[in-house]
């Protein structure tokens, strides 16, 4: 889910979208020069029919014995027209394709470098759009993917309009011709790398709000998976001391015997808690032994009987026998608490 967190909050880090914003900038300018300009290569080419112009001009009917060389600057959607018969290749104004030239050389490997060239500006303006939103906007995962899917798209754009490069126009249209990059294809290929370069930084650098750390390196998620751990431990701690009190209760309640009597059931504790210990050892082990010894010096609670009444007061008297019960199991513990030392309870 996008958040607004305000204006100029950057809420993935001032110096990453800083980075960012800057490498889109940087890449939409050197794309928009490249793809506009007449200088992106230079066709050299031999011709009997003239220069450029004169070559593909519908009214030129004159070819010459002899083939001349000629140079020429030319871009995606325009070419540097020279300002005079004697004036040198790079010397002249941008013009666009006349028809007539279009009709000669448009085939498809021209077509397609002009297209992935117009795509690659289109994308760098939504990169630079989108880059400036991360000031002010906290991206989730989805929407960080497609960032980093779009600045890739401009890196591969960018390096398809190089298909120029195998249009008939660098390669058949003459008798002999070839084509080499010019200012506009060197600028293209600084964008090509800038545009890698806001990849790499959204991938490596740009995360979810709830994975941005904090002056601790910890992010939201880190925290709150610390807080369910947290949670989980002290659940588990809770239950092995219930089943810890289960047992002892279990204990004691096992080592009280049941007489009849006249009018009722005696129950007698010869045996309490200290005579038993919460872990699962031998009987024979010391800590049972000392446990023993313990138990034996301690006034062993006293017997009590208790009739069992027979009419509706049974539930009354299950209560009553349940809370002398937990009765004697607090006289236990207290006994055994008096007689621990007090270096171990300030460990506790």
């Known amino acids: 889910m996008t958040n607004f967190t305000g204006i100029f909050t950057f809420p993935h880090g001032g110096m990453i979208s800083a980075g960012l914003l800057l490498a889109a900038c940087a890449a939409l300018a050197a794309t928009t020069y490249s793809v506009a300009s007449c200088r992106l290569v230079v066709l050299s080419f031999i011709s009997n029919t003239g220069n450029f112009e004169q070559t593909f001009s519908r009214y030129n009917q004159v070819e010459f014995d002899s083939f001349s060389e000629y140079k020429v600057a030319l871009g995606l959607f325009q070419w540097l027209r020279p300002n ?14 006349q028809q007539s030239m279009k009709d000669d050389f448009a085939e498809p490997d021209f077509e397609i470098a002009r297209g992935f060239g117009s795509l690659a500006v289109l994308l760098s303006f939504i990169a630079v759009l989108w880059s400036f939103l991360n000031s002010c906007i906290a991206w989730n995962v989805f929407q960080i993917i497609i960032l980093s899917f779009l600045l890739l798209s401009g890196t591969f754009a960018s390096g398809m309009t190089f298909m120029f490069f195998r249009s008939d126009l660098c390669n058949s249209t003459f008798p002999e011709s070839a084509c080499r990059i010019d200012e506009g294809g060197l600028i293209l290929v600084a964008g090509a790398i800038l545009w890698f370069a806001g990849f790499l930084v959204t991938v490596l650098f740009v995360r979810p709000l709830d994975r941005v750390a904090d002056d601790r390196g910890l992010t939201p998620y880190d925290r709150s998976q610390a807080r369910e751990s947290a949670a989980a431990k002290e659940k588990r701690r809770r239950a092995r001391e219930s089943r810890r009190q289960e047992q002892a209760k279990s204990k004691v309640l096992d080592g009280l015997t049941y007489e009849e009597e006249d ?13 038993y210990s919460y872990d699962e050892e031998d009987s024979n082990s010391p800590r049972k032994q000392k446990a023993s010894k313990k138990s034996s010096s301690r006034a062993q609670p006293e017997a009590y009987s208790d009739p069992v009444p027979q009419n509706d007061e049974y539930e009354v008297y299950i209560n009553s026998r349940n809370q002398r019960i937990d009765e004697i199991l607090r006289d236990i513990q207290d006994s055994e608490d008096r007689e621990q030392p007090k270096s171990t309870k300030q460990e506790i």
């Open 263 to 275: 009018g009722g059931i005696a129950i007698i504790t010869p045996v309490t808690a200290a005579s």
């Open 84 to 97: 005079g018969d004697d004036a040198n290749w790079d010397d002249g104004t941008c013009v666009g394709y």
